[in-house]
């Protein structure tokens, strides 16, 4: 049954005018999926891959997703011929019965429902062999619909932007006319930069103004530096001389001298200590003699 639908949907397809088939190009392409019969939904919980034999498919080839303006369809091909097998036009979200949508026990399997155009329609499985494959698919189908959804809202913006303009009326023309010229003072003339300077130094303060206050420069150090017409001393610019050895007077030298007659004292302590040893010797001597 679904090869004869994909034969109708075929002969559909060449019937179609050649404006149609040019407006339409070509998405996204994989070299291969898998093509299901599938059991009827048994509940609203979505369709399951585990109720499928996944391992007996009922066709295999080329899936092609092409787009015209807003309008998304599946391709399912022959690899080697380019033989259309199945056709699935996508309807937005939303819209219309939902056209396809994945598998709620599995990331590599999507139920389609592919129409031979006529008003027939059914449900088959498809898959890929490899997950990025589905993940490619899915994401290529929700980029469209993304980029159809920002199309109309930046026409919506457009067509409210000119109603408002229409509203507001016509808009003043601020263009030149043919002979007029715009003329541009970029700051004040220079004659009259060249008189600030002049009413500055001679002229007197306007009336009602208050005359700038000048301070006194600070004060020069005392014996450092002259200040104007004053006389520099006679040593301004001699170094001052260093202080002589010989001018140091002797008296300076007094406790040097103390010292050394400290020195004395202590060799007269040690000549009183060898007087006091002589008599001890002297006691000695008789004893010995007596022995």
Wanted: with cysteine; proline share 10%.
């Amino acid at each position: 049954a679904i090869r004869t639908m994909a034969s109708e949907e075929k002969e559909g397809a060449g019937n179609e005018p050649p404006s149609a088939a040019a407006a339409e190009h070509n998405l996204h392409s994989f070299k291969e999926c898998f093509v299901y019969k599938i059991p009827p939904l048994k509940n609203e919980s979505g369709h399951r891959a585990n109720d499928w034999d996944v391992n007996k498919w009922l066709w295999s080839g080329r899936l092609r997703i092409a787009a015209a303006d807003a309008k998304l369809t599946i391709y399912l091909e022959d690899a080697e011929t380019g033989a259309l097998f199945a056709a699935c036009p996508v309807n937005e979200p939303g819209t219309g019965p939902t056209s396809m949508e994945p598998v709620t026990d599995s990331s590599r399997y999507f139920v389609l429902r592919i129409e031979d155009g006529k008003g027939h329609h059914q449900y088959v499985g498809m898959g890929f062999r490899e997950r990025p494959d589905a993940y490619d698919f899915n994401a290529t189908v929700q980029d469209h619909w993304r980029a159809v959804r920002r199309e109309r809202e930046a026409e919506e913006l457009h067509r409210q932007v000119e109603e408002q303009g229409e509203a507001a009326g016509p808009q003043l023309d601020l263009s030149l006319k043919e002979g007029q010229t715009l003329t541009i003072n970029l700051g004040q003339s220079s004659s009259k930069k060249r008189d600030k300077p002049a009413a500055a130094k001679g002229a007197s303060p306007a009336a009602g103004a208050t005359p700038a206050i000048l301070l006194p420069p600070p004060p020069s150090s005392p014996g450092v530096f002259p200040t104007p017409g004053e006389r520099p001393p006679k040593d301004f610019d001699q170094p001052p001389a260093r202080p002589s050895i010989d001018r140091v007077p002797s008296e300076e030298f007094g406790d040097f001298t103390i010292a050394d007659g400290d020195a004395g004292d202590e060799v007269d302590d040690f000549a009183s200590f060898q007087s006091a040893q002589a008599p001890a010797a002297a006691a000695e001597a008789p004893a010995a003699t007596e022995a």
